[in-house]
């Protein structure tokens, strides 16, 4: 019998934010009793700090920096990055006869062209191999708030239709008809502290402007219980057919607002609570497993998209609530950089009564989902893909994985891990308006480390060991991703 697979997929949560992977003070006890179940990985790679191109990895089993135009996604972005002939891992199962859904966070774009928000929405997950979405198409810090049900927006009324708008306030068309950061301080929950002053949905600033689509705007103290309820539906509505599910998290993003059942029960503030939030909701959904008398037949993958971060727009006192817990472990940097706080994420494999628990230290990535997952089912993948067969490794087989690993931070910028070293090609920081707080690594000098002796990328050798600082600078360039022409390298700095 082919297992059901569910990939439950954080978003922005953190190498050290687990409590099976060491947190002392926020105890994920649904998501560690997976974790008795299974392997913990401790050198897992998403392939990129930040979030679209984090999915679009995963998905698609192909790099996103193998295409320039994957970056972070507003909301209301009309180009599809994945093409409708591209293979993607629904797309594979779908060939062993998998019954597929996504449910969550999009963040990959809809619509031909045009998003059609009042009809029919063209390019949805539904073109791209999902048998079924339920998807909310940004991030939870932009508009619109509303969720998309396969090619639908989710209870749209016909005589309140949405307008979504992104740009300058100014050049907004309906700007006197919704409330906004500037005109209405008083409907704030929480404020900001960079970014998010466009439009006011349920006390947040967000970025962009929306109007119409009253009863479809989602509460974000209600997502989880949503899309868990959804969940649930989906996998009884597969029957006796093996099912894939991608539960696509909300949680620990910005704007961090979680349901009344959870606010305080942490002693983190509300980077914590949602955290436990999270933590529910994969309870949630191990529990109907075992009402069904499947989870013995499910994979579950545990992971998230790029690493954690505290100020990420919102004043929710993150990083004075933290105390000493931390969310990256022991790596430097976080969401965005390039060191191994922002990519060196918590991957768990569970699958009660097939796995023994262990902690594996083999080198894996998300991209590998697909080749592996093809392995396991037999099915012959054509097409050229940057995906490996790990599946020995991800079942505990092999604790070795890959020689080699890329990975990108929020600049575009590719890095690259050979066995112990990785090397971080010099780049000139495009994000001079964000807190200082986050450390990218963005500077003007290639770094070189051994991240076996040194796990927090302290002590740049490159200057020690020049021969392998320039063999893996070559290969980057052999494969197009280093840029050799931006104005860092033309200057020979
Ligand atoms: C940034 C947002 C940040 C977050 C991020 C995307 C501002 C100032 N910052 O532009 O809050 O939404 O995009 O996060 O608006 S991700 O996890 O989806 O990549
Ligand atoms: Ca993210």
Not at 35 to 58: H, K, L, W
Not at 165 to 190: Q, R, V, W
Not at 309 to 316: P, R, T
Request: charged share 25%.
């Amino acid at each position: 019998m082919k297992p059901n697979i569910i990939i439950i997929y954080a978003d922005d949560l953190g190498y050290g934010d687990l409590s099976c992977y060491g947190a002392e003070d926020i105890k994920t006890i649904n998501i560690d009793s997976l974790a008795e179940d299974g392997i913990i990985f401790n050198q897992a790679y998403s392939t990129s700090s930040v979030c679209t191109p984090a999915r679009y990895g995963m998905l698609t089993g192909v790099y996103p920096f193998s295409n320039n135009k994957i970056r972070i996604l507003p909301g209301n972005a009309q180009q599809c990055l994945i093409s409708k002939e591209q293979i993607t891992l629904p797309k594979m199962l779908k060939t062993a006869g998998y019954n597929s859904a996504v449910i969550g966070k999009w963040h990959l774009g809809l619509g031909d062209g045009s998003i059609d928000w009042n009809g029919y929405i063209e390019h949805t997950p539904n073109d791209v191999g999902f048998d079924f979405s339920f998807i909310f198409p940004g991030t939870n810090d932009r508009v619109p708030s509303i969720f998309v049900k396969d090619h639908h927006v989710y209870n749209l009324e016909q005589d309140d239709p949405i307008t979504v708008y992104y740009g300058k306030a100014e050049g907004c068309p309906f700007i006197n008809e919704i409330d906004t950061y500037k005109n209405n301080p008083e409907k704030l929950k929480i404020r900001s502290t960079h970014g998010h002053s466009d439009m006011i949905v349920n006390g947040a600033g967000r970025i962009g402007y929306m109007k119409g689509g009253k009863k479809a705007i989602w509460k974000d103290e209600e997502l989880t219980d949503t899309f868990v309820n959804q969940a649930k539906a989906f996998i009884e509505s597969s029957g006796d057919k093996p099912f894939f599910l991608y539960f696509a998290a909300h949680q620990p993003h910005v704007p961090r607002i979680a349901n009344k059942r959870f606010v305080g029960t942490t002693e983190l503030g509300p980077r914590g609570d949602v955290i436990a939030e999270f933590d529910y909701g994969v309870g949630e959904l191990v529990s109907y497993l075992k009402e069904k008398d499947i989870l013995e037949n499910t994979i579950i993958i545990i992971s998230s998209d790029n690493g954690p971060v505290f100020d990420d727009g919102y004043n929710d006192h993150a990083l004075e609530l933290t105390g000493k817990h931390k969310p990256t472990g022991p790596f430097r940097g976080g969401k965005y950089s390039k060191y191994e706080g922002g990519v060196r994420i918590p991957f768990i494999v569970s699958w009660k009564g097939h796995l023994q628990k262990s902690v594996s230290p083999a080198i894996i990535s998300q991209v590998d989902l697909l080749a592996s997952l093809a392995k396991m089912l037999n099915v012959d993948l054509e097409e050229k893909v940057d995906s490996q067969n790990m599946l020995d490794a991800l079942l505990g087989k092999d604790s070795i994985g890959r020689r080699e690993v890329m990975f990108e931070n929020n600049n575009k910028t590719t890095m690259l891990r050979q066995d112990q070293w990785i090397f971080l090609p010099r780049s000139k920081s495009i994000h001079s308006d964000i807190p200082m707080q986050r450390d990218f690594g963005d500077m003007p000098k290639d770094q070189l480390f051994n991240i076996n002796f040194d796990i927090s990328q302290q002590d740049n050798l490159v200057d020690n060991y020049p021969e392998i600082a320039k063999k893996m600078s070559q290969r980057l360039e052999s494969l197009g991703y280093l840029d050799t022409k931006s104005d860092l390298y033309e200057s020979g700095k």
